[in-house]
């Protein structure tokens, strides 16, 4: 690239004076001069970029190095006119934004490659591009000429007139009748090899719009007869392609559209592939397809692709599918047609949700009517790994329809099941993601993010799981009801053995973005070690800090909800609920805040209480765990105790301590401060308040920590 720039800034009204910018970009001159102004509550921009009465092989020196060769062995004429143009103000009050347009021409083109039989000539192109306010309902694209001529007698011509983009008025022909070995030898790409006869023949004109159910008129066909594809990726070509498709609109109405495929066929290392299709009233659109053959998936991947790509995998299918969209939808099972088998092995599959790739190590499905029958699935993500058997409903629909809903019953197996690698920012081989994924893994690159649910599967399992592993957290034998239901994780009478014991799960799970999620939970287990808890659950340890200083054996019945953050963690402040926790035989040395009521008391005694069939009922909310009253006996002596305390270990708890022999004779004690420093009086009534957390649930941000008032 050679330039020559000159730009003038103009420092007090910061305009930026683009007065002169030639380029050179290998042979392809460019110019491009206009301004650029910061106003007060926008900007004006009016840029004009041109390369202007050049020749198109100047415009073609601009193609990646690898082509550089071609260039030089291939005669290039003709003449090319490049415009764009970026105009006007951008203001948001005002509701204004600049102008884009596009302008390209080609005349009297000509591509010679050597010792071709016939060189390509007459080649002709006028395209048109304007978005009038950058707004794409108003894009208007105008193919006036696109034509090239292949010797005497192959040729093609096409033009495309266009208004608008959700509904869109189409004007377009595209007619036809190319020899593809003779095109292919005379424009000399090396790295493709092409044979066969392609003829075409398309006239449409009309609306386009899905809302409203338009399609535009249409007449005409394309077909392909003894075609043969080759790439330098692959040794073995494609051969016997061909294919045969027609369609035919009179009206301009979906319910008019008819497209039939009738054959369309090819052979792939000795193995026929076959499609039939006819389809028609795409209002409700009825279908009667044909599909045979099988593939080695790995290696026609290669034909398309570089060497080298770790793709393999195996695929055959003996399809038959009739019937209406509206037969699965109304419950018409009785009307469909469908059956047949696909069989898949070894097949890699990604999904813009998750970061890694899913290996279908085998898949034998088996259509009938409404049911896609999964009768044998093994299949592996990272760690994980699936057996699946059971069937799925609608899934015709769900592939004719962009918002289509898969719906399905199964049972699953697995011996690992590793949640942590489905989470959305974590580091995997699948490249294609969901723009929003991108952009939060940019903003936060330290976070693992969140589990994506698909919103489109409402597909119920029976898990029998022997581990799952979630965020540090081992559980173990996975026994009940598990499935997702429009975007929503839910677990159902779901057991997991954890610490030796049998926790129960009613639990439902929803991702908000990339990087929060909400969740509600209702835990019952019964008869687990408090020390294991605190050491090896992080909830339990946060919500039951004085079980650091306990032994002995409790149970939980507790309802949990709030959201979870991009660590896929609960944020404290936003959790909500309440339920019991009942010591059956607990004993506690060393906690300080019972050391210091016996110190002020000069009861020893109390120091050290042993705790059995206690229940403590309390509540959560704003970060503070709110206790309602409980009574327990020590030493001869009756402590009821209430109050708060914060996930942080602030302290304003009141404690009634009865006297022997009955307890009915007592005195008040105050507990404030922190767990590791309470502050205890004698005699008072009068603790501190702890003011709750400011949560704010849209952004999944806290605004103000708890304090003491």
Known sequence: MRADLITRINTNALSFILQKNELKINKLPLKFTGLFTILRDGYKINIKAASEDTTVKDLLSVMPPEYLTWLEETKISGKSDLIFTFKGNYNVSKKQKPDLAFNLKVNEGAIDYQNAPAPLTDFQMNVNAIMPSLDMEKLLVNLNTFRFKVGEKDYFTAYLRSKGFTEMDVDASVKGALDLATVDAAIGLSSLELKGILKTNIQAKGKFSTSKKLFPKTIGGISLRNGWLKTDSYPNPITNITFVANTLNKAGTYKDLIIAVAPASFVFEGNPVYVNAALSDFSDLAYNAKIKGELNVGNIYKVFSKKGMDVSGYAKADLSLQGKQSYATNGQYDKLNNKGTIILKNIKATSELFPKAFFIKQGNFRFQNEKMWFEKFYATYGKSDFDINGYLLNTINYFLESRGTLSGNFNMKSKLINVDQFMALKKGENTD??????????????????????????????????????????????????????????????????????????????????????????????????????????????????????????????????????????????????????????????????????????????????????????????????????????????????????????????????????????????????????????????????????????????????KVK
């Open 433 to 706: 993601r969901k723009l929003e994924v991108e952009y939060a893994k940019e903003d936060h690159p330290k976070m693992s993010g969140v589990v994506i649910i698909p919103e489109n599967l409402d597909v119920s399992l029976t898990a029998n799981a022997d581990k799952v592993e979630y965020n540090g957290l081992v559980f173990n034998d996975l026994k009940g009801k598990t499935g997702v239901s429009k975007g929503n994780f839910y677990l159902q009478n779901a057991v997991f053995n954890i610490i030796d014991c049998a926790l129960v799960v009613d639990a439902s799970y929803t991702d908000e973005s990339p990087t929060a999620a909400r969740f509600d939970a209702h835990f019952r287990a019964k008869d687990f070690s408090v020390q294991r808890a605190y050491k090896e659950i992080p909830m339990f340890h946060e919500m039951v800090t004085a079980a650091e200083k306990a032994h002995g054996i409790i149970s939980v019945d507790y309802k949990v909800k709030g959201d979870l953050d991009g660590n896929m963690s609960p944020i404290y402040e936003s959790l909500e609920g309440g339920g019991t926790l009942n010591l059956r035989d607990v004993k506690i040395k060393g906690l300080k805040l019972f050391d210091g009521i016996s110190s002020k008391t000069g009861q020893d005694g109390l120091n050290n209480p042993d705790m059995k069939g206690i229940e403590i009922k309390s509540k959560i909310d704003k970060n503070l765990i709110h206790l309602e009253p409980f009574t327990f006996s020590v030493a001869s002596f009756r402590p009821t105790v209430k109050g708060t305390t914060s996930f942080n270990g602030l302290l304003d708890l009141r404690m009634r301590l009865g006297l022997p022999p009955f307890g009915i004779v007592g005195f008040p004690i105050t507990i404030t401060g922190t767990h590791e420093e309470p502050k205890i009086k004698i005699f008072s009534k009068t603790g501190k308040e702890i003011l709750g957390a400011v949560y704010n649930e849209k952004s999944n941000t806290v605004i103000k920590k708890e």
